[in-house]
């Protein structure tokens, strides 16, 4: 639940918070920022909202000295930025979590704070009362390799919040988290800010955004292009600078998902090896999307990972009606993008990495030109913001790398498309964008399943949806038969306490696959 900002104290004229004048910086043929201007106050939480591209991770790893700027200026509390001043008082959750795999989770919040050169193998007592206070405790000494992207993101926020730092940079932090953790992490944010410290959220949720924030600063084209405050600050206002109207082909596309379709894929008895899921009977239908929705630990993102062959399974599953091996008719694209790409290679070469025979000659020489052109398309289909397709992937923002994951999937034409949080980290524009891509796939008679984790996804993507509780699947709900996000919420949680409570699933007046 999305609770009301309070009403922050006036900071005090000595701790101004941060000031940025004239920020720039390009990458190449680039321009990721253009003479930015930014002020965040102490005391107050300042949002930032814009289209991916739009310049604003640049912004965030220039304040927390992760790259350098061109030209420009800032201040922290009237004191020149330097890299030894961004070390000390700027601690940055990110959207992808930049942490280090090999070591524990309790080890990832303290690294870099140690007493001594060497690693301390222990934390202290407040450092214990963080870890429990994020619900972390009891994986403190698993390596973070072998943790949920949920409780990696809850570690990189406790590591943050563990530095005690004057400026707490959240960029995206509660993409993988439930509710119930976002709202804590929420909480932690308004008592930052209430302390006096600076805290600037980078988020594309704008209920979130206008529920928590006094400002929020549109970024686009590297510029601040409007600060929305008070009776100004509305989701609608921000939406206005972000959104481009649906269009005519989108509502063609989605009446055609309403018909029915032919079954594409079947699952019967399908259980998991480990009990994440147990019994499970599923219905694709060619043209269909189809959402599977549940909290971590419920078994929904174990069975979306079946269905491409990335968990075990046991049980029968049809594609058109015959017995197949899921993993070589299906396509996967994980919730952590950089899963679902090769950062050392190009933005052409990462589009067209699934595609083997098709770009290759009789002797396995690659078809230069062929590759090119395929990536060239591809850019121009998806409308990736990318000068060059021979660019290196890590130099496009995380909502087109989001697009170009997507899209190298695409493109080598699976009949079942398999994708974790489709557009996590991805702004209102581009969301719209995949949502449109995704629907024209399905149109032409394949079969996509979706696992999601926030209903709005769900309204605006999928044709049904199931909910997982316990490992069990509930009855089909048709998406169309609701009329706003709210009651389809509703029925999510009607049909999750069922399962959860073990309950016999009840019947559904809107059911139907």
Known sequence: MISARPTPEEPSPAREGVVIRGLSKRYGDTIALADLELDARSGRILGVAGPNGAGKSTMVKILAGEATADHGAI????????????????AVVHQEPQLFPNLTVAENVVVGRERSRWLRHGVNASERRLLEEMAIEGVADRPLAFVTLAIQQRTEIARALAQDARVFLFDEPNSALTEEESDDLFRRMHA???AGRVVILVSHRLAELVAHCDAVAIVRDGRTAQVLAGEALTQ????????????????ELAAAAMEEGASMLRLEGWSHAGGEFVGV??????GRIVALVGVEGSGARELVRSMAGLEPATGRAELSGQRRDLAGASAFVSADRQASLFSNLSIGENLVSRLGDQISGPLGVLRRGRMASLARDAVDRFRVKAHSTSRPIRSLSGGNQQKIAIAAAIIGRPHILVLEEPTRGVDIGSKREIYRL?????????????YCTEVPEVFEAADVVHVVADGRLSPPLLVRSHDDVQGLAAEITRLERHGRSGQSEPTLAAAGA
Do not use: F, H, K, M
Not at 75 to 90: A, F, H, K, Q, Y
Not at 281 to 286: E, G, I, K, R, Y
Not at 438 to 450: D, F, K, P, Q
């Open 75 to 90: 201040t922290i509390d009237g004191e020149p930025w330097s890299s030894t001043l961004g070390w000390r008082r700027v």
């Open 236 to 251: 609608e206002a921000i939406a206005q600078e972000l959104v481009v109207g649906t269009s005519a082909r989108d509502a």
């Open 281 to 286: 009977d599923l219905d694709v239908q060619a």
């Open 438 to 450: 995704l629907r024209e796939y399905a149109a032409g008679g394949n079969a996509i399943v979706i």
């Open 192 to 194: 930052l800010a209430a």
